[in-house]
């Protein structure tokens, strides 16, 4: 047998070489994947397992067979299609080849399983893996088909076969002896292995092994020159820029005489207490908390720990000391942060910090923004456009889908939908994983049933990939302290006491418990009509500049909105739509607030609606209106005129508004924590009023929206007993002791309801069955009812840009079509449907009745 280097000489030496070429190509961005020689559970070396995956995995297209309907582009010149097919082929090589090096049998089983799928997807592999050693006679066709394929290679590519062989296996193991064990030798290990399958890291093993197979495999197919070297290199924002910003935030100067910013070098020196003034205490425990966390970041994870809980009420600078603690990590990592929020309705003011702190656009290298609505296309350094080629081409869409930027802002649906059962592009994020530090922003909005498989996946997140877990929010939902199996967070600030002692000397907010609350949890009264609970909005705000109500559904927010508005009252997006139609980007929000006033000059009243409903460019441009007429310190056309907002769940987090006063439907303790952050944030004068009702739904609905969206999953029960503990006599609750007392009687009480410590969760058994499709079936978004994503077009640019996407469709120009439809998504939203369809469907908003933002609908 000739040594591997000669082998591989010669393989790639062929004139006819282009798989050779690409089976080198996919062995060196595995290398560059895993990261060093790192070590698999079953104490083989990942490297090496690597290295013969990458080169085994596609030896059946060897075949004439194959290489035939390459050529054609009809797999009926073959006797049979299946003859065609290489992947199984590649898993029985694979299988036999990991054999004969020494790996353990799990992990034989697991490189057969990983190429068997790298061009679909993980079933419930148990049951899958039975399928191919069964004594029955369709499993007995399988192998003959690949003895067929064996004898075909061995007749005319037989030294080919030798030398991707001995090249994978480093000289161990070649073609003869591939030839001389029979591709019946490998159909017994795959039975052997088979209680090995059933072992709780099994389907950890196969997740890394098939995703770094499937990205490597999909980074050299898309044609880049550099794919090796981007998978390697990791480029950051630097952590300096966003330092620098802060300390020129932290300018207030303090009591004794120096400014906030001395936190930056001292953070173990104690903040001022009520000597000092609301603005001098809030700079300094703001800075302070920001740079202990950067520190005991860094001290946490050279001692070892990789989970960690950062807690600091709403408004104490939580974005910017997550995001800026986790770029100084990353940056002695040489890693990348992963910075994931709840939702994608949310994404956008993140976003425009990042954008604007670090002067990056989602399209430069240091930075990708992904989510279902993202524009995930990446340009070259140097600005020429994308990282490959011609647009849509490949190598610029994958950069961004798998996450190898050095700040990567995405939602919990894409990192644990993608962690735990993977679509087969979904799973070529998972190799970015490594090293990396994933910031989880509110991890209390976690569907509930996630919970303990969010702390199993966080186990597989730290102890696979070595990545830190920083689990941040204002209202720890302490969802592995309750988890015995899983690590114990560790606290990267002590100045919770210093901000909770802020909030009970100056308190920001009051929570008041409103009639409708108070009736049910006396078991004596109906919902608030939603006309009713309009009417006292408008009188509140009658005595206030603005008021912001936060309900529980779309078709609350709708239907609050249509018993607001009257003769008198103008919806601020008005004019959304027309200015959408006439006005080029970049949009100005004082020019539409110009605009407005003049249009509406006789307006007593101003009502603007969020919801998921609204498209997102829609969606966006209003919160730019609406922070200018919040913002203390802009002077608007509309400054006078009362405002009245009415949001979803959406504006809870991510989205950093402050209002005069706020209302908020019955909802879990956290919630109601999380919508008191919008409210008199800077501590503006008096406390602000945070009433906390209980709505009725829309005339059309039948359910009370509360229990709708958070009664079944038993979140309301520990709500009314922790409300009942804290509750005043004159039915109000002080923010303090909301924000400590209530809290932790929450959680408390919602861990023992659940019995956390001691269930057997579904999703977690199935992880640890592997039980691929069955977690790829499970989904993190809850709705409220059937929907369908929608385009939704409004003027003649957005029906151009329609008319593109199906130009490039129709003639199956699918790079292009890609490209077009990536300008399209800012117009998606999703509609409710009584028969959805996958595709998104394009609706003319002018020829229909079925988009309203003005009402949210």
């Known amino acids: 047998m000739r040594s591997p280097d000669d082998a591989l000489s010669a393989f790639l030496a062929r004139p006819d070489q282009s798989l050779g070429d690409h089976l080198e190509g996919v062995a060196d961005g595995c290398e560059s994947l895993v990261g060093g020689d790192s070590t698999m559970a079953t104490g083989d070396s990942w490297t090496q397992f690597l290295k013969t995956l990458a080169w085994t995995h596609d030896i059946g297209k060897l075949t004439d067979y194959f290489q035939t309907y390459i050529e054609t582009g009809d797999r009926s010149t073959a006797p049979t299609p299946e003859l065609t097919y290489h992947s199984f082929t590649g898993s029985v090589v694979t299988a036999a080849a990991l054999a004969r090096q020494g790996f353990d049998k799990k992990a034989t089983a697991a490189g057969f399983y990983a190429v068997l799928k790298h061009h679909s997807v993980i079933e419930n592999i148990p049951s899958d893996l039975r399928s191919y050693y069964q004594s029955k006679s369709a499993v007995d066709a399988r192998y003959e088909l690949v003895e067929r394929q064996v004898q075909n290679i061995d007749q005319n590519a037989a030294q080919a076969a030798d030398e991707v062989l001995t090249t994978a296996t480093g000289g161990q193991y070649g073609w003869e002896g591939f030839q001389s064990d029979g591709v019946g030798f490998v159909r017994q290990l795959i039975r052997a292995t088979e209680p090995a399958a059933s072992d709780s890291d099994f389907y950890e093993i196969v997740l890394r092994a098939w995703s770094t197979l499937v990205a490597a495999d999909k980074f050299d197919a898309s044609g880049s020159d550099a794919a090796g070297d981007r998978l390697s290199a990791t480029q950051r924002p630097p952590v300096d820029q966003l330092s620098n910003h802060l300390r020129g935030l932290s300018d207030t100067e303090l009591p004794d005489g120096n400014t906030a910013a001395q936190y930056l070098d001292t953070p173990q020196q104690p903040a001022p207490g009520d000597e000092a003034t609301i603005e001098q205490r809030l700079a300094a425990v703001r800075t302070k908390a920001n740079e202990q966390v950067v520190r005991n970041l860094q001290a946490g994870h050279e001692a070892g720990d990789r989970v960690f809980e950062l807690t600091l009420p709403t408004g104490f600078g939580k974005t910017y000391t997550g995001l800026r603690s986790a770029l100084a990590l990353a940056d002695t990592q040489d890693s990348r942060v992963i910075y994931a929020l709840p939702y994608t309705s949310i994404i956008d003011q993140v976003d425009s910090e990042i954008q604007r702190i670090f002067d990056l656009s989602p399209r430069d290298p240091e930075y990708t923004v992904h989510h279902h609505l993202a524009d995930t296309v990446t340009e070259s350094p140097a600005g020429g456009g994308p990282l490959s080629d011609g647009i849509g081409s490949g ?19 894409q990192l644990f939908e993608s962690l735990a059962g993977p679509e087969n592009t979904q799973s070529i994020k998972l190799p970015a994983l490594q090293d990396s530090i994933i910031i989880l922003d509110e991890p209390q909005a976690l569907s509930l ?41 560790t606290p990267l600030t002590d100045c919770l006491h210093e901000c909770n002692a802020l909030l009970r000397d100056s308190p920001r907010v009051r929570f008041q418990i409103h009639d409708s609350l108070q009736a049910h949890f006396a078991g004596r009264a109906d919902p608030l009509p939603l006309s009713e609970a309009a009417t006292e909005i408008e009188d509140s705000t009658a005595e206030t500049d603005n008021t912001l109500a936060i309900v529980n559904t779309v078709g609350s927010a709708v239907t609050l909105t249509e018993h607001l508005l009257g003769p008198d009252t103008v919806p601020l997006a008005a004019d959304l739509l027309e200015v959408h139609d006439s006005d080029p980007d970049p949009f100005d929000p004082d020019a539409y607030l110009s605009r407005f006033a003049e249009r509406h000059p006789d307006a007593e009243q101003i009502v603007m609606t969020l919801t998921t409903r609204l498209r997102p460019v829609d969606r966006s441009r209003l919160i730019d209106v609406l922070n200018h007429i919040l913002d203390p310190e802009t002077t608007t056309p509309v400054d006078g005129t009362p405002l009245i907002a009415v949001s979803t769940q959406l504006i809870e987090a991510g989205v950093d508004v402050s209002f005069n006063q706020l209302y908020r439907d019955y909802a879990p303790i956290p919630s109601i924590v999380q919508a008191a952050g919008r409210c ?28 709708f969206i958070y009664g079944g999953r038993s979140l309301l029960r520990p709500t ?16 303090f002791e909301m924000l400590t007392t209530g809290v932790e009687m929450y959680t408390e009480e919602l861990h023992e309801q659940r019995q956390t410590d001691d269930r057997q969760d579904r999703l977690v ?22 929907t369908q994503e929608t385009i939704v077009l409004t003027s003649e640019a957005d029906r151009e840009q329609a008319r593109r996407y199906q130009r490039h469709k129709d003639a199956k120009d699918w790079s292009a079509a890609q490209a077009a439809f990536q300008d399209l998504k800012r117009l998606l939203v999703s509609l409710s449907a009584e028969e959805p369809v996958d595709e998104p469907v394009i609706i003319d908003a002018t020829d229909t009745d079925s988009y309203h933002p003005s009402t949210g609908a």
Not at 397 to 410: D, F, I, K, N, Q
């Open 765 to 786: 058994s199935a992880f640890n069955g592997a039980k691929g499709e069955q977690l790829r079936n499970a989904s993190l978004v809850r709705s409220e009812y059937p």
């Open 680 to 707: 008199n944030r800077e501590f503006s004068g008096e406390s602000a009023s945070v009433t906390i009702w209980r709505l009725d739904s829309p005339a059309e609905s039948n359910y009370i929206p509360s229990e």
């Open 720 to 735: 009314k007993q922790a409300l009942a503990g804290i509750t005043t006599d004159d039915r109000s609750v002080p923010e």
């Open 395 to 413: 190598a610029d869409t994958l950069h961004a889908e798998a996450w190898r930027s050095g700040l990567v802002l995405t939602t919990f649906t």
């Open 449 to 489: 049933e996630w919970w303990q498989l969010v702390g199993r996946l966080t186990e597989f997140l730290t102890d696979e990939y070595n990545a830190t877990v920083v689990f941040m929010t204002a209202t720890q939902p302490r969802m592995l302290d309750y988890l015995p199996k899983y690590p114990d967070p």
